[in-house]
Nanobody, 126 residues
Framework: QLQLVESGGGLVQPGGSLRLSCAAS????????IGWFRQAPGKEREGVSC????????NYADSVKGRFTISRDIAENTAYLQMDSLKPEDTAVYYC???????????????????WGQGTQVTVSS
């Protein structure tokens, strides 16, 4: 059974850092594109970052470029989202998602992804 479990969320002060993890089970991440999305209260889900399976190419939303870094550890079968210089507007529930994918550029839209984790809350506040 394919499963994704996010962890690493929490409360952090502005300017702080968090690292989110997305542990995969029931399949290997090697052939899957990974996306991170977030949804704040009253707002639509938005793409944060994504990484393609074979090429390792990445994309970032303009709002997080230079602050967030997506990565994956195939041996650990886990994806990560390193979030630095956090701002209050980064507050949201963060989700990881995957789709089997072999094209060089990763899919960017939520509708492109087939499997989702349950989400982890990130709150940036003083």
């Amino acid at each position: 059974q394919l499963q994704l479990v996010e962890s690493g969320g929490g409360l952090v002060q502005p300017g702080g850092s968090l690292r989110l993890s997305c542990a995969a089970s029931g399949f290997t991440l090697d052939y899957y594109a990974i996306g991170w999305f977030r949804q704040a209260p009253g707002k639509e889900r938005e793409g944060v970052s994504c990484i393609s399976s074979r090429s390792g190419r990445t994309n970032y939303a303009d709002s997080v470029k230079g602050r967030f870094t997506i990565s994956r550890d195939i041996a650990e079968n886990t994806a990560y989202l390193q979030m630095d210089s956090l701002k209050p507007e980064d507050t949201a529930v963060y989700y990881c998602a995957v789709r089997r994918w072999e094209l060089p550029d990763p899919p960017e839209l939520a509708d492109d992804y087939d499997y989702w984790g349950q989400g982890t809350q990130v709150t940036v506040s003083s």
